[in-house]
């Protein structure tokens, strides 16, 4: 599997971006994957910020961006997205997206997660 993360940008607090991850690779559909959004800040620990399940039927989000970020994804296009909006400085970060297939409960730790791509910068300004 590969995952390829873009979308990434530098903008002033309050706008807004959308992230693509592109999926391809594997014998198993995408369908066949939960995919999540995790973020890793300069001296920070990576953290959880959304998964969406197979089916897109279901999503989770981190506390911080709840209200905030949407995620999506599309199967024929073989895609997951994070629209972000009112985007905070403490939103800067590198974006990253992974593929599982763990168990619900699992999905919001990056532990579940055997796929990742390379990141992209998100950079928000005060």
């Known amino acids: 599997v590969q995952l390829q993360a873009s979308g990434g940008g530098l903008l002033q607090a309050g706008g807004s971006l959308r992230l693509s991850c592109a999926f391809s690779g594997d014998s198993f559909s995408f369908s066949n994957y939960a995919m999540g959004w995790f973020r890793q800040a300069p001296g920070k620990e990576r953290e959880f910020v959304a998964f969406i399940v197979r089916n897109g039927g279901n999503s989770r989000y981190a506390d911080s961006v709840k209200g905030r970020f949407t995620i999506s994804r599309n199967r024929d296009k073989k895609e997951v997205y994070l629209q972000m909006n009112n985007l905070k400085p403490e939103d800067s970060a590198v974006y990253s997206c992974?593929?599982?297939?763990?168990?619900?409960?699992?999905?919001?730790?990056?532990?579940?997660?055997?796929?990742w791509g390379p990141g992209t910068l998100v950079t928000v300004s005060s």
């Open positions: 992974a593929a599982s297939r763990s168990v619900f409960s699992a999905l919001f730790t990056a532990d579940a997660y055997m796929y």
